[in-house]
């Protein structure tokens, strides 16, 4: 049985030191094989820069995927993408020669994982490749793996139940990001793929999904932006994650969700 600890999308500073403060109990509690988080907010709500990227791949996690804000500071973290050092995740459906990977084949304990990156069509604004069809490419050309996770980072959850239609059987776990918001619909297909709609955000807790609510009031009330969205830093924090175990047929038998809601 493959254990896989995964947490969802890092929203700014309190996002990262709540995440730290919560991650080594819940290593102890889980014992996973594989730890996954994605950082696609981790820096002031967009993207990551180098000192960030570095601070997460020191705690351990064997894989950092992105999402849509991988390009905000992307000129500033490219060169060591570019070395093979590091352990980030870009989407694999990005159009062009983009700096990165958006899979990699991670070995450990004795058994490897195969874990995809994927972005979303719909409503995300970024023109991208089919998430279905690149997927299935991935998976056919890396048979010989234990088990198939993949992060898709969308806007909606229909695209999300298609993409588990029609990868059931052929990968292990695919779970969403990019909403912040946990969704109550953890699921096992009949083929055994796991699924969740949106494991949910590590960030600020009484937040606009990580943004602080006077940065973006105007365009609720307004109908506009008056200024550019801010992280919220009140130090009321919330977890969010995932726990899966994997059977030796790459089928998930179990998907635990975890929320913890703490002060920093």
């Keep these: 049985m ?27 509690k889980y014992s996973p094989d594989f730890t996954i988080a994605n950082i696609d907010n981790i820096s002031y709500g967009k993207g990551a820069i180098e000192k960030h990227l570095l601070e997460f791949e020191g705690l351990g996690f064997d894989a950092l995927t992105t999402g849509n804000h991988y390009f905000d500071n992307l000129s500033k973290i490219k060169d060591y993408i570019a070395s093979g050092k590091s352990k980030v995740i870009r989407c694999a459906n990005f159009r062009g020669n983009l700096v990165g990977d958006g899979y990699k084949i991670i070995e450990k304990n004795n058994k490897k ?18 998430a279905f069809t690149k997927a299935e490419e991935i998976i056919s050309e890396n048979p010989e793996v234990d088990a198939i996770i993949i992060d898709f980072h969308k806007e909606t959850t229909a695209e999300g139940y ?17 909403t912040h918001v946990q969704t109550n619909d953890e699921i096992i297909f009949p083929k055994g793929t796991g699924f969740i709609s949106d494991i949910g955000m590590n960030g600020p807790v009484y937040s606009v999904i990580g943004a602080d609510f006077s940065s973006v009031k105007s365009v609720f009330i307004n109908g506009y932006r008056e200024r550019g969205v801010e992280q919220c830093l009140d130090n009321n924090y919330i977890v969010n994650a995932v726990y899966v175990e994997i059977d030796d047929s790459k089928k998930c038998q179990k998907i635990e969700k975890i929320k913890i809601i703490g002060k920093l």
């Design 2 to 28: 493959i254990k896989i600890l995964i947490f969802g999308d890092v929203y700014g500073r309190v996002g990262r030191k709540g995440l730290k403060k919560e991650l080594s109990s819940l290593l102890e």
């Design 113 to 130: 994982i195969l874990v995809i990156h994927l972005l979303g069509h719909s409503f995300m604004g970024i023109n991208v490749d089919n």
């Design 162 to 178: 298609g993409l588990l239609h029609y990868l059931d059987g052929k990968a292990s776990f695919i779970f969403g990001t990019h």
